[in-house]
């Protein structure tokens, strides 16, 4: 069974909770803190997005992660948590998103499902030496 389009709209909900969560650190008050994870979470939201899409080759050489069920759902649990605060604004992106981490962790140990084309695409070269 192919569930590429059902990882598509994972993947892309992750995203825009990403950006949104980024947004919501700029409530209730503008640290310096606050600014720099927003800026980070929202470049990681960005970033995911646009995988979906587009795969850069300096993605799948420098971010192999996130092709990956396990890379991915590790990336999508550290920033949930780098999201999750005492506000409901923060804490709702931030527990949804731990979720989709921790379900595409459990997914790198079911050999039934396959990873979608996007997350097949990595280099198949990974960690190999270039003589």
Known sequence: MDFSDIFRIVNLAVGVLMILG???????????????????VIIFGLGTGALEFQIPPLVSK??????????????????????????????????????????????????SIEPPANMRDADPSWGAEQI
């Not at 409530?27 to 800026?39: D, E, K, L």
């Open 22 to 40: 980024g947004v919501s650190q700029f409530f209730p008050s503008i640290q310096v803190q606050n600014v720099i994870i927003a800026v980070y």
């Open 62 to 111: 420098y971010a192999s992660f996130m092709f990956s069920f396990l890379g991915r759902g590790v990336f999508y649990v550290f920033v949930g948590c780098v999201i999750s605060s005492t506000k409901w604004y923060h804490y709702v992106p931030g527990v949804v998103i731990v979720i989709v981490g921790l379900g595409y962790a459990a997914l790198e140990f079911v050999p």
